[in-house]
């Protein structure tokens, strides 16, 4: 089991900067997949980033470049850094978790709110 606190999410406005963290339960924190998903008011779910056990990154075409995920496995934590902020980033900010996959048995945290004012 894994349990996954995120914290970071705020209101800002468009081109400013915020850093999402992702706290981790359990001793096996590096073996996991992690990655973050967002979902906008009325919108379906999107993964945003993944991130491997080994620190690989993949990237959503609507952050690339603007954004970054990385990991501490010594902190049990996962960030998601986001730079270049858009209105269209608005939305509530999950993490994820997944020993084969983030798409399969996959752990959640409860989101963070992210708001970005035009």
């Known amino acids: 089991q894994v349990q996954l606190v995120e914290s970071g999410g705020g209101l800002v406005q468009a081109g400013d900067s915020l850093r999402l963290s992702c706290a981790a339960s359990?001793?096996?924190?590096?073996?996991?997949?992690m990655g973050w998903f967002r979902r906008a008011l009325g919108k379906q779910r999107e993964l945003v980033a993944a991130i491997t056990s080994g620190g690989i990154t993949n990237y959503a075409d609507s952050v690339k470049g603007r954004f970054t995920s990385s990991r501490d496995n010594a902190k049990n934590t996962v960030y998601l850094q986001m730079n270049s902020l858009k209105p269209e980033d608005t939305a509530v900010y999950y993490c994820a978790a997944g020993e084969v996959s983030i798409h399969e048995d996959t752990y959640w945290g409860q989101g963070t709110a992210v708001t970005v004012s035009s």
């Open positions: 359990g001793r096996t924190f590096s073996r996991y997949k």
